[in-house]
């Protein structure tokens, strides 16, 4: 009996709608799985609805982006509340600067004498949320580079020259967010962070810990053993839970599939009912 809890749809960066999300956690024969779009709860209503006619546990998710370097920092939220108005209004501030952020990226592309346009972009998008993805499948298309990958190293990547930030929240007002819709924050994908050490890891981890934080994705495609031993000690450490996903997008991130990342990922059942005990206990 296994699980997903890290999933992207077409309301955000994922190629599947909500709907073909689950019917596909059907076909791979998942038990449970967590719609995680970046900064958008959009997604959650139809996949539950979707996961009640297929028998597939689906537990309301978002993925939040925060403001950190020289890595990135994503906060995961888990059974929120998806008719928060709270939550939908800060939502709704995060997305707006992402939108605001693709016409710069555009700009800076159209500066260095790549011919594009944010229309093109958009009819990309096929109408979910816009982003980067998005523009460097363009690229691809307009021959500029010769895959995804080359787009982000050579333009759109961060440092690259046609970077764009966009404004996040702090990681204490991300797991605050998160906590005030009634879910539990867990850090995703902690190598991302690009810690020197686990003794940096460890002290951002207790600092997070100390704002709410209250898990640790162990379990995720691109984890090593070495690494998920590691994040699964400090876990035990603090005392948070433990979750795990593939981060799935679809055909927009190859060679990662739904469920079993990039093959041997396995993510236990138990890992869901220990989320679940966690929210158990708060009432
Ligand atoms: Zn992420
Ligand atoms: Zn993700």
Known sequence: MYIDLHIH?????GSLT???VVQYAKEKDLKAIAITDHDTIDGNEEAIKEGT?????VIPGVEISVDYSPGSMHMLGYFITTDDTALQEKLTLLQGSRADRNPKI????????????????VQESGGGQVGRPHIAQVLVKKGYVKNIQEAFDKYLGKGAPAYSDKFRFGAEEAITTIIDAGGIPVLAHPFTLHCKDSKELEALIKKLVSKGLQGIEVYYSEHNQRQISQYRKLAEQHNLAITGGSDF????????DLGTGRGNLKVPYRLCENLRSLLNERH
Do not use: R
């Not at 997008?249 to 990662?256: L, P, S, T």
């Open 9 to 13: 749809t077409t309301c955000s960066d």
């Open 18 to 20: 909500p709907s073909q």
């Open 53 to 57: 006619h297929q028998d597939i546990e």
């Open 106 to 121: 555009i700009e800076k592309l159209n500066e260095l004498g790549l011919a594009l346009t944010y229309d093109e972009v």
């Open 249 to 256: 997008h679809g055909k927009n991130m190859k060679g990662i």
